[in-house]
C-alpha cells in the first residue's frame, strides 16, 4: 500500500507495492518515488509511468535469474533477492509480485523548507499531534520586543489551521505551547547573526500527559541563540503545524538546523520597472519563510534611482507618469524596519558608473557623462563628489555595513570615458564607503565581478574579511573570486536568473563548488537570486505592466515569476547536499509553494506555471 500523504503531499508511511498478475499490473500514483526509481535505473533518466516498468528494466536488463526487491535509502539503490523465485523471463511475466521500499534519509521526512540540516525522527509514533486553536508562543524574560511580534505572527499562522469548534476528547494528543530558549536577547542583525536553532516536538503520550497535569510535556520548545535563530524555529513548527496538527512522523521529532552560507539573498530591479513597496514586503514576507537573510536592492538604472534624496531631489522630481515610482526616505525607513524584523539586512545598489541613465539629473551638481548611460572621473572632480554624496546619503539611511556599487558592463567610450577614467570613479566612491562607519566600523564595498576583472578597481580598498566583496555573475565563479582573497557572492545567471525562465531545477546546485580548505570557504559568503525587470520595459514580454497605472497585475506578475521558484535557490543557499537530486526535494518544494498561497502571498500557484503575462495558462488581469 502506498503511504498515507500529508497535506504537502509527503510520503510518511515509506513502503509500496505493486501486485502483478501476468502482464497486468496495478499502477501506483507516486510520481516522486517513480521518478526517484528513475533516476536510479534509467539511463535517460526519463520518469516511468509506472512502477511496474522500473522492476522490468531492472530486471531483465540485467539477466537476473530471480526478480529481487529493492530498496531505496539516502540515495541508494539497492537490489536483494526476494523469497520469490520465479524466473526472470523477458518482461517479467511470471513474477507473482514485486516490491519496492523507499526509506527517506530523515532530512527529507519531514515537511519543512528548506530541508533541515539534521532530523532525528522518534523511534515509534502513533497519531498525529493536534494544535490547539489557543496555541502560544512563551518567550523568556527580556525577549526583544521584535522577537514578541514574530511570535504574535506565529501564533496567528499556527492557530489559523486549527478549528475551535472541534470538541477535543481527554484522550487526544494537543500542542498547546511552544517555549524559547534564547542564548542572546540582543536584536543586532548582521552578516555574522547566528541563526541556528533546534525544534524538539513532544510525542504523542507526552502530550496526553498534560491533561494529567504535567504541563512542560505538552510542550515543543526552540532553542536558538538569537531572537533570529528562534524566528526560523517558529517558521519550522509552522510548517509542521499546517492545517492544525503535527503529522505523525514528526511527532516527537527532534531538528537542528542551520545555515551554510550568510548571505542567502534576493536581488530585485527597482531601477528599471519600479517594484512598490507592498511588492517589496511581499518578497520580504516570502524570504522570510524561505529562511534568506539578504535583500539586495538594484536602485538605480535605465529608468530611475528609485529613492528619494534630499541632498539631490532632482533625482525624483521627474518620475511621473508612466515613469512614476520611487521610494520615500520614510518607505526606506519603514522597509528596513520590516525587514529587520524577520531577520533580513536590506543591502542599497546604486549603480555606477555604467547604467547611470537614472543618475542623469546630477549633472546639474557637476555630475560628467560621456554618454546617457555612463559618467567618468572629470578633471574637477565633479564626479566622485557627488556620487560619494549620494552614497553616503543612502548609506546612512539604509544603515548596512554593505553597500553594493555596481561598477558592471562599462564600455571605454573616447575620449572622456576611457578605462583609467572609469577606474578613477570606482576607486574613488569604493573608498569613500570604505572610510564610512557603521556602528563604528568600517562598511563595506560590493561590486559586480567587473569590478575586479574589468578595472581591479576593487583593489584600492583590497581583499580580505574586511575588504571588499565581489558578486560573480558572468565570467566567473564564486571560485574564481575566493581565490583571489575576496570574499564572494555567486549569482552566476544561467542559475540564478530568473527573469531568464530557466528552468527551477537549475537553482539546485553546488555553489560552494571548486572552493577549498578554511580559507576559501570563510571568504565565500553565499548566493544571490536575481529578479531583473528589463522585461517590463516597453516592448518586452512584460511590457505591458510598466506603467504605475498597471501596478496591481503588476504585483501578480512579479510575484508569480519570483515565487516559489526563488525558494530553491534559498535551499541550496541554506543546506546544498549533492546526494539529494532535485527530484527528491521536489515534494517538498511543492509543498513550500502551497504554504505561500495559503498564506496569501503573490506567488505561482502550487503545480502551475508561470510566465510575465499568465498564470496556470490564464491572463493575471487586464493590462
Not at 512 to 518: L, V
Request: contains cysteine; charged residues 15%.
Amino acid at each position: 500500500p502506498i503511504g498515507q500523504r500529508n497535506m504537502l503531499g509527503l510520503v510518511v508511511a515509506a513502503a509500496l507495492s505493486v501486485q502483478v498478475e501476468g502482464c497486468g499490473y496495478t499502477a501506483l500514483a507516486s510520481g516522486q518515488i517513480l521518478h526517484n526509481f528513475a533516476a536510479g535505473y534509467n539511463p535517460a533518466h526519463q520518469p516511468y509511468t509506472n512502477t511496474l516498468s522500473a522492476a522490468e528494466e531492472w530486471c531483465c536488463a540485467r539477466g537476473a535469474t530471480v526478480c529481487g526487491g529493492i530498496t531505496f535509502q539516502n540515495g541508494t539503490f539497492d537490489a536483494r533477492e526476494s523469497h520469490d523465485s520465479s524466473p526472470c523471463t523477458k518482461g517479467c511475466d511470471n513474477v507473482s509480485s514485486w516490491a519496492v521500499q523507499v526509506t527517506p534519509p530523515s532530512e527529507l521526512a519531514l515537511p519543512v523548507w528548506p530541508v533541515p540540516t539534521s532530523v532525528t525522527l522518534a523511534k515509534t509514533h502513533s497519531s498525529s499531534l493536534r494544535v490547539s486553536s489557543t496555541f502560544q508562543v512563551t518567550l523568556p524574560s527580556g525577549a526583544p520586543p521584535a522577537l514578541a511580534d514574530s511570535a504574535t505572527r506565529y501564533e496567528a499562522l499556527i492557530r489559523s489551521g486549527t478549528d475551535a469548534s472541534i470538541t477535543v476528547s481527554e484522550d487526544t494528543a494537543t500542542l498547546e505551547f511552544v517555549t524559547i530558549t534564547l542564548g542572546s536577547a540582543s536584536d543586532s542583525l548582521s552578516l555574522e547573526t547566528d541563526y541556528s536553532y533546534t525544534v524538539v516536538l513532544p510525542s504523542s503520550t507526552s502530550a496526553q500527559s498534560m491533561r494529567n497535569g504535567d504541563v512542560t510535556t505538552s510542550t515543543a520548545t526552540v532553542t536558538a541563540a538569537t531572537m533570529y535563530g528562534a524566528m526560523y524555529g517558529l517558521e519550522t513548527l509552522s510548517q509542521l503545524a499546517l492545517n492544525g496538527s503535527v503529522p505523525a512522523v514528526a511527532v516527537g521529532a527532534t531538528v537542528s538546523d542551520s545555515p551554510q552560507y550568510r548571505w542567502r539573498g534576493l536581488m530585485i530591479d527597482t531601477g528599471r520597472r519600479f517594484v512598490p513597496k507592498p511588492d517589496v514586503l511581499n518578497a520580504l514576507t516570502a524570504m522570510s519563510y524561505a529562511k534568506m537573510s539578504v535583500l539586495h536592492l538594484h536602485l538605480s538604472d535605465d529608468q530611475r534611482c528609485a529613492v528619494e534624496s534630499i541632498k539631490y531631489p532632482e533625482l525624483t522630481a521627474n518620475l511621473t507618469g508612466d515613469l512614476g515610482g520611487f521610494y520615500t526616505q520614510q518607505d526606506v525607513t519603514e522597509m528596513v524596519a520590516f525587514a529587520k524584523g524577520r531577520g533580513i539586512l536590506i543591502v542599497p545598489e546604486v549603480d555606477l558608473p555604467g547604467h547611470a541613465n537614472g543618475l542623469v539629473p546630477l549633472k546639474k551638481y557637476g555630475g560628467a557623462f560621456c554618454a546617457a548611460s555612463q559618467m567618468y572621473a572629470d578633471p574637477n572632480g565633479g564626479t566622485e563628489r557627488v556620487l560619494t554624496g549620494l552614497v553616503e546619503e543612502y548609506a546612512a539611511l539604509f544603515g548596512s555595513q554593505i553597500f553594493h556599487l555596481g561598477c558592471d558592463e562599462t564600455t571605454v567610450i573616447e575620449p572622456l570615458c576611457t578605462l583609467n577614467a572609469t577606474k578613477a570613479v570606482e576607486v574613488a566612491v569604493s573608498t569613500a564607503v570604505h572610510n564610512f562607519k557603521v556602528n563604528g566600523e568600517p562598511m563595506w564595498p560590493m561590486g559586480w565581478e567587473e569590478f575586479h576583472w574589468r578595472t581591479n578597481a576593487s583593489d584600492a580598498v583590497g581583499p580580505g574579511l574586511t575588504g571588499a566583496i565581489i558578486e560573480a555573475w558572468s565570467k566567473y565563479r564564486a571560485a574564481d573570486v575566493v581565490k583571489l582573497g575576496y570574499r564572494a557572492v555567486e549569482a552566476y545567471g544561467s542559475q540564478f536568473y530568473l527573469n531568464h525562465l530557466h528552468p527551477t531545477d537549475a537553482q539546485w546546485v553546488d555553489i560552494g563548488a571548486g572552493i577549498e580548505g578554511d580559507a576559501e570557504k570563510e571568504l565565500m559568503l553565499g548566493g544571490d537570486i536575481a529578479m531583473w525587470t528589463p522585461q517590463y520595459k516597453p516592448g518586452g514580454p512584460g511590457g505591458a505592466y510598466f506603467a504605475p497605472s498597471t501596478d496591481a497585475t503588476f504585483s501578480k506578475s512579479f510575484g508569480g515569476l519570483v515565487w516559489p521558484r526563488a525558494a530553491v535557490g534559498a535551499a541550496a543557499f541554506w543546506n546544498y547536499n549533492a546526494s539529494w537530486s532535485f527530484a527528491e526535494i521536489e515534494v517538498r518544494y511543492s509543498g513550500f509553494a502551497a504554504v505561500l498561497q495559503a498564506r496569501g502571498l503573490h506567488t505561482c500557484p502550487a503545480g502551475c506555471t508561470c510566465d510575465y503575462t499568465t498564470a496556470c495558462g490564464q491572463p493575471y488581469g487586464p493590462k
